[in-house]
């Protein structure tokens, strides 16, 4: 099994600076099989990013995604009120499909 | 557009057997990968298995003994089985489409207490 470690934890920012995410995988994932998603609460999540750097459909242009083999990142450019959620990475590469423990973007 | 909707029983005793089905519309389950995915309150989430469009199934191993995933391609609908819950099986459960996950339904919590 593909193990997830994302980091930090938590990540206390304030509107309008730059939000840098971490994704590290136990082993290599494979054709950049990688997505991330933003879970805000009460709500299911929702994609952001597929193959590592494609930007779902209607994500706005300010969340990135980047990286291979092992280490991945999701960097938001600008944080506006409502990229304040828990941020979780995903591989799709080899079964069972895993998830990150997620990190959470707080407000500063 | 796509809509998914999970609907099931939201409170268990231990031992008794989950049933929960998704009612997709907007899209045909005969195409794409469909899962299931949980969320125990305050944490993280684990993905619970796949129906292929093909036909077959795949499950996460720490549930394998106990989950099955059945479909109904008349009604347009899949369902998740989990026999034999416990307390740790209380979670928020949620249907997803495609092996990227573009589509989640609302979820539903299911709750196991005796």
């Known amino acids: 099994e593909i193990v997830l470690t994302q980091s930090p934890g938590t990540l206390s920012l304030s509107p309008g600076e730059r939000a840098t995410l971490s994704c590290r995988a136990s082993q290599s994932v494979g054709s950049r099989f990688l997505a991330w998603y933003q879970q805000k609460p009460g709500q299911s999540p929702r994609l952001l990013i597929y193959?590592?750097?494609s930007r779902a459909t209607g994500i706005p242009d300010r969340f990135s995604g980047s990286g291979s083999g092992t280490d991945f990142t999701l960097t938001v450019s600008r944080l506006e009120p409502e990229d304040f959620a828990v941020y979780y990475c995903?591989?799709?590469?080899?079964?069972?499909?895993?998830f990150g423990q997620g990190t959470k973007v707080d407000i500063k | 557009q796509v809509q998914l909707q999970e609907s099931g029983p939201g409170l268990l005793k231990p031992s008794e057997t989950l049933s929960l089905t998704c009612t997709v519309s907007g899209a045909s389950i005969t195409n794409y990968y469909w899962n299931w995915i949980r969320q125990p309150p305050g944490k993280g989430l684990e993905w619970i298995g796949s129906f292929y469009y093909s036909g077959t199934t795949d499950y996460n191993p720490s549930l394998k003994t106990r989950v099955t995933i059945l479909v109904d391609t008349s009604k347009n609908q899949f369902s998740l089985r989990l026999t034999s819950v416990t307390a740790a099986d209380t979670a928020v459960y949620f249907c997803?489409?495609?092996?990227?996950?573009?589509?989640w339904g609302q979820g539903t919590l299911v709750t196991v207490s005796s």
């Open positions: 995903q591989q799709y590469d080899r079964s069972p499909w895993t």
């Open positions: 193959g590592a750097s």
């Open positions: 997803a489409r495609g092996d990227l996950m573009d589509f």
